[in-house]
């Protein structure tokens, strides 16, 4: 699964891990991504979306509906 919200587009972040002796090594930070089934009653059916911890709390608080509706403005295909 890749490590990209399909709600808030959030991409895990590059940087690089110190250690004690300050040696640099590459690392990433992963967003917190959740495989979520929804109902969409409009539709009368189900969907799967890749969405991150803060997209989960979007759609709980601007609804399904509204959320899909947004993701088919920007062109996804649900």
């Known amino acids: 699964m ?3 919200c399909q709600v808030t587009g ?5 940087g690089k891990s110190v250690s004690h002796s300050h040696k640099r090594t590459n690392r990433r930070w992963d967003p917190n991504i959740q495989r979520k089934t929804y ?27 509204a959320v899909v509706a947004r993701l088919r403005a920007r062109g996804q295909r649900i």
Request: glycine share 8%; hydrophobic share 30%; no cysteine.
């Open 39 to 65: 109902y969409l009653p409009s539709e009368d059916r189900r969907i799967t979306l890749n969405v991150s911890a803060k997209g989960i709390k979007t759609i709980d608080r601007d609804g399904i509906e």
């Open 10 to 14: 959030r991409k895990p972040g590059f």
């Open 2 to 4: 890749s490590a990209h």
